[in-house]
């Protein structure tokens, strides 16, 4: 589904994060990615969702180079990504609300029949609701909980119907139980909707129970791939197995390794 | 957060200025400061009187800050966004606006009425200038404010420039807009008030100092002074009123 051919991405003259750098992902894969902060992690997740394009090489999906964001592919970022001003609803809304705005156009929206309003309007109802935030559609941003406000920015991306969900540590903000209960709702949603999604996160534990597979990035620039398969994840006992436990060493040894100055 | 005044607040506010100026009236005892005994009853009936126009002199200042308000806000608004988002611009502009901010923009009225001719359009855009250093420069602020993951992730939604204008921009540039206008109505009206004191035939300014100063009507003269306050007064909570329906999300209660 993506695949990333010999990229490169720099940010300006000095700091080169990607060389010829590439990657693949299969459709219906979930994938986490993971390596110390500055690695460029994030930066590849913005590279996969056309909000930065490589200075070289191609990344394309389903066959199509990505240019600018793609109607089909859901980006959640960790904080900051509702709308103060909007309540639970608008933003909630807020995608489907641009849709309408353009109109099937093939570019900013996907092309085809456009969605009637209450089609749209019945859509974010659904997932309000399959979040667990439908009594809170009037409430405004400030008024909820870090929980509730990714839940709402999960129904928002979902409303839409995505192919390919992105996500740029989401649940780093939350306290424990509440990041392992969204962590749960992901891996549901993945089982329900059919999804291809990519995670990154700087939090090993988080790595190994979302990603099926984990792509372990180092200090930049990255040139290889560092692959860990992990068949056990989204299993819902996973986090208690010793088989857990033994893969996030695996993990955390791999990544201990690329620090290797101090030692 | 602002207290917002209560009614009760506005009718104390009220009864204190009047018992003041009453007061005053009786301490200084003289034809220069008549009292609100006097002088509202007249405003009233002048208000509607035919010879008067006063009614005609209230809306022709009415107009003309109003239409100052909207040229100010749409050129300046879309022009701070611009800047506000664009760093390198803005690097390029900051000294110039750093330097022409402060001026004040009514000493340039004679070269104003060179340039434009002696009509509404030079008045209204003598106060334009003002409000629009005030505008660009907050909505400048507030749209450099603007968090990057806030447009990252509305653009991942499809939002293009126009939809970002539509959905991010303007509603967030709205609230410093419209402090922007509050804050600055007084500026606005005393540059009026001098205005139109000259080069024209309307309008309160002319009142208050040809057709009554001059000849000592001073009675009528005030009438003109309560109807200049009272524009600014409705103006003000005008837009406070409005303020406070924009900004809907920040006068909540957590929880």
Redesign the interface.
């Known amino acids: 589904m993506i695949a990333v051919d010999r990229i490169r991405f720099a940010y300006g003259q000095q700091s080169t994060v990607f060389e010829s750098f590439s990657w693949t992902v299969d459709t219906g894969q979930t994938w986490a990615i993971i390596g110390p902060s500055g690695c460029g992690k994030s930066t590849l997740l ?1 590279l996969l ?3 930065r394009r490589p200075d070289s090489g191609v990344i394309t999906i389903h066959g199509q180079p990505v240019q600018r ?1 793609r ?1 089909r ?14 309540t639970v609803w608008k933003n909630a809304r ?2 489907l ?3 309408e ?2 109109g099937p156009d093939g570019e ?2 996907p092309g085809g029949e456009a969605l009637s309003k209450a089609t749209a309007n019945e859509q974010v109802a659904y997932w309000l609701d399959r979040l667990n935030i439908s009594a809170l559609r009037e409430k ?4 909820l909980s870090g929980g509730q406000r990714q839940r709402t ?1 999960i129904a ?1 991306t979902l409303a ?1 119907e995505p192919d390919l969900l992105l996500m740029d540590e989401p649940f780093s903000s939350l306290d424990a139980l509440t990041r392992e209960n969204l962590q749960n709702v992901v891996v549901d949603l993945q089982r329900e909707v059919e999804l291809t999604s990519v995670i990154v996160t700087h939090d090993i534990d988080e790595a190994v129970f979302l990603g099926e597979r984990i792509l372990v990035l180092s200090e930049p620039p990255n040139r290889q791939t560092r692959i860990v398969e992990n068949d056990g994840a989204g299993s819902s006992n996973y986090r208690k197995s010793t088989a857990f436990a033994a893969r996030v060493a695996q993990v955390r040894d791999i990544l201990g390794a690329s620090y290797a100055p101090a030692t | 957060m602002r207290q917002r005044l209560s009614l009760r607040d506005v009718l104390i506010g009220i009864g204190m200025f009047l018992l003041l100026w009453q007061g005053l009236t009786w301490i200084i005892n003289r034809p220069i400061m008549p009292g609100p005994v006097e002088v509202l009853p007249l405003f009233v009936r002048l208000l509607f009187s035919e010879s008067e126009e006063l009614a005609r002199h209230t809306l022709a200042s009415s107009g003309r800050v109003l239409a100052a308000m909207g040229l100010a806000v749409v050129t300046a608004a879309p022009i701070g966004m611009g800047l506000g988002q664009m760093r390198q611009l803005d690097r390029i502009f900051t000294p110039l606006i750093a330097i022409t901010y402060p001026v004040p923009k009514i000493v340039l009225l004679p070269v104003i009425y060179v340039l434009l001719g002696i009509s509404d359009f030079s008045k209204i855009f003598l106060i334009a200038l003002i409000l629009f250093f005030q505008i660009l420069v907050v909505v400048r602020d507030e749209a450099a404010n603007l968090q990057p993951e806030l447009i990252f992730s509305v653009r991942s939604l499809g939002a293009g420039r126009l939809a970002l204008f539509r959905f991010v921009y303007f509603p967030a540039a709205m609230p410093a807009v419209l402090t922007a206008l509050r804050i600055s109505v007084g500026t606005a009206i005393a540059v009026l008030f001098i205005a139109e004191q000259s080069l024209t035939e309307y309008g309160l300014g002319y009142y208050i100092v040809v057709e009554t100063y001059q000849i000592l009507r001073y009675p009528e003269m005030y009438c003109g002074i309560l109807a200049m306050s009272l524009l600014g007064l409705l103006l003000y909570f005008s837009i406070d009123a409005l303020e406070h329906r924009v900004n809907r999300h920040l006068y909540l209660e957590a929880g």
């Open positions: 913005y969702a056309g909000l964001p109607p592919t859901g980006l959640i970022l960790q904080d900051h990504g509702l709308l103060p001003w909007a807020l995608g609300t641009i849709r705005f353009y900013h929206a405004y941003p400030s008024q920015a928002r839409m």
